[in-house]
Every structure is written in C-alpha cells, then in structure tokens.
C-alpha cells in the first residue's frame, strides 16, 4: 500500500515538473519572440536562458517534494509490562 502511494506521487511528481517545464519554456519562447527588434540577440538569449533555468530547477524541486511526503512504515515498538 505505501509503495503504490509512493509510485503515485513520484508519477504526479513527474507530470507537475513536466507541466512547469513547459509553461515556463513556453513563457521563454514567447518572450523571445516578443522581443525581436527591441532588444539585442546575446539580451534576449540570456533572458530565455533564466527563464528556462528557473523551470529546470523548478521542475526538478516539484519532483523532489513530491516524493518525499510518504514516510516509511515502521513497526511499533513491543512495550510489554512484566
């Protein structure tokens, strides 16, 4: 039963960082495109490169977070009175 908790956040772990990463690029591919005439090419390549840094680590902090809510099952101690 934990271990199929377990698979299951690291699966939703998995779709939200995937669904971050892609809104997060999809921000960077329009900013970039937004920003054609106004702004020099190595400015705009830099602004894309944090944003999609921002989604990496942000993707990978989802995943990370969301497996590790499941503690492991442990036994209770035996206390028995003599």
Do not use: H
């Amino acid at each position: 039963m934990t271990l199929l908790l377990q698979m299951e956040l690291g699966i939703l772990g998995i779709i939200g960082g995937t669904i971050f990463f892609l809104v997060l690029a999809a921000a960077a591919y329009i900013t970039f495109r937004l920003m054609r005439r106004t702004v020099k090419m190595a400015i705009r390549m830099t602004i894309v490169a944090v944003i999609l840094l921002v989604a990496l680590v942000g993707s990978i902090a989802i995943y990370w977070k969301s497996g590790s809510s499941a503690k492991p099952v442990t036994k209770p101690t035996a206390n028995r009175s003599r």
